[in-house]
């Protein structure tokens, strides 16, 4: 090699051989030299340093004979070196050893691993984060999707708002509406009202409940009605009574002061609940119906009594004309004209009659004989009086009774003028609406009462007309302009209903048949209870 | 012939019942209050009195009780005239004596003859005098 570098440089070559072997000495490079025995023939002072031996100690030592990329020094420190190796020759170019020149490289591997292993540390680092980026990414979006969800739902939710919203609104409009129509109707209404909780509490009154009782603040409670009613009524016993049972009640002739009251109270009971909620108390003041009604009963009694008297005397007078009279006078028409006004005023006066009897009886003032009563006498004493009545029209006028039955058992506990009159009403009636056939009065027991049949064959009652017998006025007659004259006031039936009812006895229609006939009843309280 | 007296202050109800029992052969006599009809029955001595319930002044129930209670009155037969035929006021004259009532207008005129002549007391020879 150095013949090469005087070849090659043309310099001496024991000066390059000189600055070759100070540079040796001098340089940080590991150089050492081998013979082909592998013993140190050289070393360089960088080498012995870093070696840790001395130098008689390695030259001529096969130490470090291979060399690896690791060597050891002496202490055990571990050096990382890169060799690069030649051969030395001689001038016959033969080999006779090895020369290597290395670099010590363990701080830079070691500078070189520490880098990797941060450069590894910050991968794995950057490789976690991203993991942990992807995993943020991922809740980021998770928690963006459920936001999204969540904004979705809400606005669902206030649309659904919106449209309850609305619904509410209209439906709170339409009830308050309602309520306002309600409590406008309540207020007019001319009868107090109240509303009261199960307690007695007053949830709602009127004003007309105000201005009845003459009260001068609000109503909270019952009691505080009651305060003002007094003695007239017990509102508290009646709330009680209606609250247990649960029925509406109404309690009359109720006089407050100058008023004539009626109080009806009624449960108010819940759909859902079976129990009562609460309780409406109903308070009418009746004063102006009572008094009215007081005036029209004086009325009717004073008229009729006092038409009585003048009806009488031409009654009286006018028979007195028939009787002493009529003979006298040569002119037929005078006995027409005075027959004409005694049976009009005979007419009048029964009318007259009729009007107070119902009066009297729709007063209670007419008082019932309690008597055993024979059935079969007053049938017979009917019988005799009407009898001419029914032959002037040709019809039957006959009494039958089940063969079962003994005349004696058919007693009844009556008034005998009473049940006559009642008869008499029947069979006449009977008589007016029957042209062929006849009339036929049964008896027939049943459990503690008498039953009496009257059984015509006349025209029957329609159906619509059934309705309007036994009330006040009424005549069975298809329209009120149709008058039958000869049937007077129309109070016949309701008369006898309210005779027979005051006898504890019930009156009414069995049956009837248009062009057939009509069965008219009464039942009487048969006495022993037989 | 029998002596009617009549109490009754309607005077066309008082005629028509005097022509009535003329007809029928009565004697009548006619007061037109209470205190009229006690003064002539004490003149008259009648037969049998016809006697109105319902009078201004003194009403019948009054003039009949006066009437039985006095003994130179008390056999004479009383007929109550009166208006409805079931009434207390009805009850009330038999308890005080009435021998009978008449439904003024519900009777014919010779039902109300017969009624009267069915009352009579027979004929008085004992009706004590003064």
Known sequence: MISNLDEYLGIDSKVLEKALTDILEDVDLLAIAHNLEGKIVYINPYFLLLSGYRKEEILGSDLYSSLEPKLQTKSGAVVEVFWSSTSLKNEEGNSVGLFSVGIDVTVRNTIQRLLEQSERTLKDRATQLEDKNKYLEDSRRAMFNL?????????????????????VGERTHELKEEQARLLASINSVPKGLIIADNEGKILFTNKTVISILNADS?????????????????????????????APSKVSNIIFKTKYLEVYMSPILSNSVQNTIGIVVLIDDVTEAKVLERSKDEFFTIASHELRTPLTVI????????????????????????????????RLIEMVNEF???????????????????????????IDELEITAHAKNLYLKYTSLKSQKMDGLT?????NRVHEVLVNLVSNA?????????KIETLKIPGMLKVEVIDTGKGISEKNQSLLFRKFQQANESLLIRDTKRGTGLGLYISKLLIEGMGGQIGLESSVEGKGSVFYFILPLANGA | MNRLLIIEDEAVVARMYEKIFNYAGFTVEIAGDGEDGLAKV??????????????????????????????FTKNIPVVVLTNLGNDAVVTEAFRLGATGYIFKSGMSNDRIVEEVKQYLAPPKDQVPQG
């Open chain 1, 315 to 346: 009654k009286g007078n006018s028979q007195l004309l028939k009787d002493k009279y009529v003979s006298m006078v040569s002119d037929v028409n005078f006995e027409e004209i005075v027959n004409d006004i005694h049976d009009s005023s005979v």
């Open chain 1, 147 to 167: 936001l999204d969800d969540a904004k979705a739902l809400e606005e669902e939710l206030q649309k659904e708002k919106f449209n309850v919203e609305k619904i």
């Open chain 1, 431 to 439: 008589i007016s609406f029957t042209n062929s056939g006849g009339i």
């Open chain 1, 356 to 382: 107070l009897t119902t009066s009297s009886l729709e007063q209670g003032k007419i008082e019932f004989k309690k008597d055993k009563v024979n059935i079969i006498t007053v049938v017979n004493n009917v």
């Open chain 1, 218 to 246: 609000r109503l909270w409670t019952l009691e505080g009605v009651q305060r003002y009613l007094g003695e007239s009524v017990d509102l508290l016993k009646e709330f009680k009574r209606v609250h247990e049972s649960g």
């Open chain 2, 42 to 71: 004490k003149n008259t001595n009648p037969d049998l009195i016809l006697l109105d319930i319902m009078m201004p002044k003194m009403d019948g129930l009054k003039v009949l009780d006066i009437l039985k209670k006095d003994e």
């Open chain 1, 412 to 416: 009844v506990v009556a008034d005998a």
